[in-house]
């Protein structure tokens, strides 16, 4: 571990770094969603096919050279490019900053290389490959937790087999159980929403991608995903929803939406009606059992009316995983706290 002065001093090192590795990345979703090979052919323009100079391959600086033009026939390019190399420097140093210059830090910014793609891949195309999710974050996270590289103390249990005696540390079991959070919570949805309504309300890849984000994160950081990732799906969709549901009189879809919202906030108010802990319990499961159901309801009416403001999901929970690995103890603290003193 770097002391504070040597880690600052890295910083803009490994902003350079993730710039570079953002325009990776960029070519990888971009040939993912063209099935194309990542490596071959060379950089060129989508739109003529000339080859890239060395010049024009210069992450945000070549942009701004260009005036975001190709050089050759001067068609638009876009400015995802930019962004997503700033946004992937950017949450590198975030890494570094936060969680030092070690293997811990190499670790999260392989998983978060990869939650680009992926954030791509769906925001464009409402795609995410299983290259992504199966076969890179899902066995990067296990070993992640299974060398405990976040620091999470204590043993789960331990197997006593005679000869031998195993003990099982927190962080893979916290692992492990995150991610059968995600695979229950999201095929459940799945299978509920295919014998109610003969249609998914999520796709696979959400599955795999919070498996693969619960892996790192363990249990109680994937819970704070998952909510947080569901606020950010509601957010920008509800105004749009409100607005086009009342111009096309599909009060269904407001009523339901309205119900899920209401009931699965709830909880949260109850705990601090003064109510019998018992009475709170079973009102609790009851509301969440109503939103779960509203949500479906939700769902189905999106889905249906196929509306341009469905978003993809995944964009949404890579934003909640985010905000949960650089802030997820401090706000699981902060809400611990605000039950203890109520």
Not at 155 to 168: E, K, Q
Request: charged share 5%; with cysteine.
């Amino acid at each position: 571990m770097f002391d504070p002065v040597t880690q600052a001093f890295w910083i803009p090192f490994i902003f350079i770094v993730g710039l570079c590795v953002g325009s990776f990345l960029n070519v990888m979703a971009l040939r993912f969603l063209a099935d194309e090979p990542i490596v071959l052919p060379p950089s060129h323009c989508p739109q003529c096919n000339t080859k890239l100079r060395p010049i024009d391959n210069i992450p945000v600086v070549s942009y701004l050279l260009l005036g975001g033009k190709c050089n050759s026939c001067k068609a638009s390019i876009s400015i995802q490019y930019p962004l997503i190399e700033l946004a992937t420097g950017a949450l590198f140093c975030f890494t570094v900053w936060f969680f030092g210059l070690n293997w811990q830090s190499v670790f999260l910014m392989f998983m978060i290389a990869n939650l680009v793609v992926i954030f791509i891949t769906d925001l464009r195309e409402s795609l995410i490959f299983n290259f992504n999710s199966i076969y890179m974050l899902i066995p990067a996270g296990l070993l992640y937790s299974l060398l405990n590289l976040g620091g999470i103390e204590g043993t789960a249990f331990t197997l006593d087999l005679g000869s031998i005696v195993l003990h099982v540390p927190e962080a893979i079991t916290s692992a492990l159980l995150a991610m059968l959070i995600s695979l229950v919570f999201f095929e459940g949805m799945i299978l509920l929403s295919l014998f109610f309504f003969g249609t998914e309300g999520f796709g696979h890849g959400d599955t795999f991608l919070m498996m693969g984000a619960g892996a790192f994160l363990g249990w109680p950081l994937t819970v704070l995903s998952l909510g947080l990732g569901f606020l950010a799906q509601t957010i920008p969709a509800i105004p749009l929803l409100i607005i086009q549901w009342i111009q096309n009189k599909q009060y269904v879809s407001l009523i339901s939406g309205a119900v899920a919202l209401i009931a699965g906030t709830s909880p949260m108010l109850l705990m601090n009606a003064g109510l019998p802990v018992e009475t709170t319990t079973w009102i609790s499961l009851g509301c969440l059992l109503l939103s779960l159901v509203s949500l479906l309801v939700f769902l189905k009416q999106v889905r249906t009316a196929q509306t341009f403001t469905y978003l993809p999901l995944g964009p949404a929970l890579i934003i909640g995983i985010l905000v949960s690995l650089f802030w997820g103890n401090d706000l699981i603290g902060w809400y611990q706290h605000y039950l203890l003193r109520h």
